[in-house]
Every structure is written in C-alpha cells, then in structure tokens.
C-alpha cells in the first residue's frame, strides 16, 4: 500500500574497487549526473577511499557509507574500524551483514546485529543485507531465511532507532552474476522482509521502512525493479561503478 510513504534510497557498494584518487573521479563525474534526484543518493566506498569521497560529494546530494563497521567503540581489534571513527570522518550510512562478509569474514546473524546496534547508537544509517542462497531457495527456505535473517539483525533495535535502517534484499545467486531476480521474486522478498518488521514493530512501522533490492541491479533492469510496491530503492553494486549506469538507475527511483 504505503510505498508512497517511504523514502527511495539509490545506494552505491562499490567492493574492493577504486583507489583514493579514482573515488574522487567518479564521484566528481557522477555529481552532475544525480545533482537532481528525487531520491536518496548513497555511496558505500572502501575506508580508505572516505576522506577522498566525502571531500569530493561535499556540497552534492550524495551522501558517503562504509562498507562495514565493527561493533566494538574500541580497543584491541586489529584492522577494524568503530562506528566513532566513520561518524567523525563524515560518514553517514554504512552496509552492514553483505553476503560477501558473511561468505567470506565469518559474518553472522548475532554479529550483523551487534555492528547494527553499534552504527545506529552512532548515529550511523544502517544499510542491513538479507538474502537466501540459490540452495536455500530451491529447498523452498526462502522467506523462512529472509524472516529470520531480518528479526535476528533487529534484535534489541528500537522502533525509533528503526527510522535509521535499510533492508537491502539480495539473493546471493544474483550478485554480481548478472542474473537479476525478477520484478516479481524482488517484491516477493522484500515482501518477506517487510512481514518480518511488521511480526516484530506491527504493520504501521513496517510500512515506513526502506527495503532494498540488490542483486544485478542494472541501468536496463531497475526501472522495472523499482516499480514494484515492495522495493523501495537498490542496492547497487557493478553498475555504481560507472557514472551514466549510475546516474539513470538514480532517475529511475522516486
Ligand atoms: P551487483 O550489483 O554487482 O550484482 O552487486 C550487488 C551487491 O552485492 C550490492 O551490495
């Protein structure tokens, strides 16, 4: 019903892409492109490419996220960074339980929840990934997961604290695959994810909320996508990576 109600967020991860320098390039490219968006604008970027990003999108509509956060405000944690640090560094939105992390970095559901809280009690916007393997999905364990992963992430996040997460849907068969889920099996699971919220914070709650599509999200595909009364806005991986591809899935979000 309320998709009219929810703020559209285009948000951009680039992965392990693009040195310091080259961030500044491509957001400087894409500045003019998205300067007119009716939507929210969002870059993740690799830590050390922050200072250089949010250098370059001052005085745009871009805003610039982190990829991860750990969930500790300090202390004996080699190579990670706090929540603290990405705030005072100008950041303002951070991606957090990325398919990849969890595949890769032993991320899991109780430790997607800690770095959730930890950003948000920072004052950071959480961008939260949920998404069934093409395994999971076969064996028919999709919205099960998708329910699971959600409520798991959330737990101990207020409803006020609610205002400041994304859901970003991403079934891992489709990242960086180019198979895109269809229109329908996107709305189908960012479906899921909103009777998740709606069980844990009542329907009223869960109509406010920004639900992500991700997954091989591109400039052809997205309008379709975005159409849909479940999918709020995208998660965007390759196609955040060149400026026009960009720019028309941000046209494409209202
Ligand atoms: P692709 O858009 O490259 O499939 O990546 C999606 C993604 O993982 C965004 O977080």
């Not at 019903?1 to 400087?28: F, Y």
Request: glycine share 8%; net charge negative.
């Amino acid at each position: 019903m309320k998709k009219s109600v929810r703020r559209a967020v285009i948000a951009g991860n680039w992965k392990m892409n693009k040195t310091p320098a080259e961030a500044t390039a491509l957001i400087n490219e894409m500045k003019p492109l998205v300067a007119g968006a009716d939507c929210d604008v969002v870059l993740c970027v690799p830590f050390i490419d922050i200072p250089a990003a949010v250098q370059a999108a001052k005085e745009s509509n871009i805003a610039i996220g982190a990829e991860n956060v750990h969930f500790k405000a300090s202390g004996a944690y080699t190579g990670e960074i706090s929540a603290e640090m990405l705030v005072e560094a100008g950041v303002q939105y951070v991606v957090i339980g990325h398919s990849e992390r969890r595949q890769y970095f032993g991320e899991t559901d109780q430790t997607v929840n800690l770095r959730t809280l930890a950003a948000l009690n920072a004052g950071l916007k959480a961008i939260v990934c949920v998404g069934e393997t093409l395994e999971q999905r076969e064996l028919g364990y999709t919205e099960t997961l998708l329910k699971y992963q959600t409520k798991m992430a959330l737990t101990n996040v207020t409803a006020e604290q609610l205002k400041n997460v994304i859901i970003a849907y991403e079934p891992v068969w489709a990242i960086g695959t180019g198979v895109t889920a269809t229109a329908d099996q996107a709305d189908e699971g960012n479906g899921f994810v909103r009777a998740a919220i709606a069980e844990a914070y009542g329907t009223d709650v869960a109509e406010t909320v920004t639900v992500q599509y991700g997954g091989s999200m591109n400039a052809k595909n997205a309008e379709e996508l975005l159409a849909k009364e479940h999918v709020d806005g995208g998660l965007i991986g390759g196609a955040s990576l060149k400026a026009a591809d960009f720019a028309t899935i941000v046209a494409a979000a209202k």
